[in-house]
């Protein structure tokens, strides 16, 4: 079974660029989530997409936004760069969009905007 | 008013100590209910889901009161190997993390 895996691991952008991250599901899972974790926070929720659509957004500002692809693996772009989006961005795999489905996290990238 | 909120800790405990942690959420229609466990620099793992009734898996008890509008997990007999942070989650549509309490177990 191949876990939940994200590239890259680790991102220096500055101010005002863009971003794409990447994300590959767990084998099987069909929906995927992403969340923001700022230093010392617990990861906030951005949005999650299933079968290829949105379904479901978090107060997040449309500079934020995602794609899914048939096999079920997904980005993340963040346009406009600013300081306040560096942070760990985790993407999350599950089986179904079920509300509470068990999450399996992959291990992030770590994005800093300077 | 935060939708989730922990103590963030840390709490230093001795090994084979019973540490508990509460969280509460503000949604009382909330679904559903977890605690995660996040390691330095690693991403979350699921470590149980908390059931009305009240839930056990070895050394780890969750409890629920809906009416208070908390959860809590207890930690028995603690290891090194517990030092971590627990994030509780509350479903309402959407999963609320959050912001965890910092768990440190020495020998």
């Known amino acids: 079974e191949t876990g939940v895996t994200q590239s890259p691991t680790h991102l220096i952008k500055t101010r005002g660029q863009q971003v794409t991250l990447r994300c590959s599901s767990q084998s099987g899972h069909n929906t995927v989530s992403w969340y923001q974790q700022a230093l010392g926070q617990g990861p906030q929720f951005i949005f999650q997409?299933?079968?290829?659509?949105?379904?479901g957004r978090g107060n997040f500002p449309p500079r934020f936004s995602g794609l899914q692809f048939p096999n079920y693996s997904s980005e993340l772009n963040v346009n406009a760069l600013e300081l306040d989006d560096s942070a760990l961005y985790l993407c999350?795999?599950?089986?179904?969009?079920?509300?509470?489905?068990?999450?399996?996290f992959g291990n992030g990238t770590r994005l800093t905007v300077t | 008013r935060k939708e989730v909120e922990q103590d963030p800790g840390p709490f230093n405990v001795p090994e084979g100590a019973t540490v508990a942690f509460n969280c509460t959420y503000s949604?009382?229609?909330?679904?559903?209910f977890f605690w995660y466990r996040q390691d330095c620099r690693k991403e979350p793992k699921l470590l149980m889901s908390v059931y009305s009734s009240g839930n056990e898996d070895g050394r780890f008890t969750a409890q629920l009161n809906r009416a208070s509008q908390y959860i809590s997990l207890l930690i028995r007999d603690s290891k090194l190997s517990d030092s971590a942070t627990y994030l509780c989650?509350?479903?309402?549509?959407?999963?609320?993390f959050g912001t965890g309490t910092r768990l440190l177990v020495s020998p």
């Open positions: 999350a795999s599950s089986l179904g969009n079920r509300q509470g489905a068990t999450l399996h």
């Open positions: 989650v509350v479903n309402f549509q959407k999963l609320v």
């Open positions: 949604n009382s229609a909330s679904q559903s």
């Open positions: 997409y299933y079968r290829e659509e949105e379904n």
